[in-house]
């Protein structure tokens, strides 16, 4: 791959952390630029300082703007949104509102996230409904002429995972979508990973449903996430949980639930963490998604190709097309001590383990993997020393 124009001077200089850490969990936390940084402090100041109510109220415009950002960032409208905590409620709050009957099938990915599965056995053991696992194609992504194959009137649901917390793997989320709008089931796609890797249009994938978080790729703050549900959804979901936010009290007896997708957020929130998403997207954008995602994967594959000179290393990513994350093994190692090993020398990494992703892992006879996620503001150098460090202490 040829190496990107990309102005990595600024994209370093914007990012406070990169002074003390070759940051390789992005996949886990990436950092945030100082914008986001300043808006969230400087609003917990107003708090401080004048009181959360009257800072909000101040900073109005602000907090509105997260949902047109949101918007401007998948393709969709501003009541399509719901900012919520993280993205497993986002996905938690969608999928415990969709109406099963006994008998309905949830189609789903090897890929799939642990949080996600826990809700599908939850709802399989109340509710008399299957969960069919679509197999993967020979290059480990899912298989669209087997989903094709196992599609029938009774598939309420296909949720898939569009990239697993585990590896580098993008499913073909856009050839899925065409195949739940043929059978007109629900499409609910966890886009957690690859949100502000890539460049993501819910009306290209096709997903009537779509959850993110904000920490991850989108260089957000903690605690923050979103929702996004198709308008002509909207009111088919009817949420699980209701207070005064997501529902007017209209009557004694009577309540009205919202009609736009903030049925699904609750009220008190994290403020200024809000603020700090709609900044965070703001961000992104302004470096464009299309060129981060270029950047990204001339450093992933830099990387892998590093790696895979180094005895001893074995490569575990999927899939045709590859992100950001770059998982290995080191023969005889536990991850989790290499891990240490690194954080040591201020290189961080995380650990993936079985529990995360069962079904794939176990697939693959795998309990843990190194996973390194680089970002946009990693540097060629930093791979040339986290691949030093590794082979030395590998
Ligand atoms: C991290 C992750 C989640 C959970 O996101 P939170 O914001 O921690 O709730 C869900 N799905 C995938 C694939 C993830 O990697």
């Not at 195949?179 to 949100?195: G, K, M, N, T």
């Not at 949980?241 to 009290?249: E, I, R, V």
């Not at 302004?286 to 001893?312: H, N």
Request: proline share 4%; net charge negative; aromatic share 8%.
């Amino acid at each position: 791959m040829k190496k990107p124009n990309f102005d990595l001077e600024k994209a370093r200089r914007d990012t406070p952390g990169c002074e003390n850490v070759i940051h390789f969990n992005n996949a886990g936390a990436a950092l945030m630029p100082q914008p986001v940084l300043e808006a969230v402090l400087s609003h917990l100041k107003l708090e401080a300082s004048i009181g959360g109510y009257e800072a909000a109220l101040q900073s109005k415009r602000a907090i509105d703007h997260v949902y047109d950002a949101s918007g401007s960032l998948i393709g969709c409208s501003r009541d399509e949104i719901a900012i919520v905590e993280n993205a497993t409620r986002a996905w938690d709050m969608a999928f415990y509102s969709i109406p099963f009957n006994p008998g309905d099938r949830i189609l789903t990915s090897m890929a799939e996230y642990a949080s996600n599965y826990i809700a599908f056995l939850q709802r399989a053991r109340k509710t008399d409904v299957t969960i069919d696992i679509i197999p993967n194609d020979d290059s480990s992504q899912i298989s669209v002429e087997a989903l094709r194959s196992m599609v029938d009137e009774k598939v309420k649901l296909i949720a898939i995972t569009h990239v697993p917390t585990n590896g580098g793997l993008v499913n073909p989320a856009n050839e899925v979508g065409k195949i739940s709008q043929e059978i007109d089931a629900l499409y609910l796609l966890d886009a957690c990973q690859s949100i502000g890797q890539m460049g993501i249009d819910v009306n290209t994938i096709g997903c009537d449903i779509l959850s993110a978080t904000g920490r991850k790729y989108l260089r957000g703050p903690r605690g923050t996430g979103f929702l996004y549900v198709r308008r002509r959804r909207i009111r088919e979901l009817e949420p699980p949980f209701l207070d005064l936010h997501a529902a007017k009290w209209t009557a004694h007896d009577r309540y009205e639930i919202r009609s736009d997708a903030r049925r699904f957020e609750n009220w008190e929130t994290n403020v200024a963490g809000k603020i700090g998403l709609g900044v965070a997207i703001d961000y992104a954008m302004q470096w464009g998604l299309d060129s981060i995602w270029e950047r990204i994967r001339y450093l992933a594959e830099s990387l892998r190709s590093r790696l895979s000179d180094i005895p001893g290393i074995m490569g575990r990513d999927l899939g045709t097309l590859k992100c950001g994350i770059v998982t290995f093994t080191v023969d005889g190692k536990d991850p989790f001590d290499i891990q240490r090993a690194l954080l040591e020398k201020n290189i961080n990494v995380s650990v993936s383990k079985l529990e995360s992703t069962r079904l794939d892992m176990e697939s693959r006879h795998l309990k843990s993997l190194i996973r390194a996620s680089v970002h946009y503001y990693n540097s060629e150098d930093e791979i040339e020393r986290f691949c030093e460090t590794l082979a030395s202490s590998a």
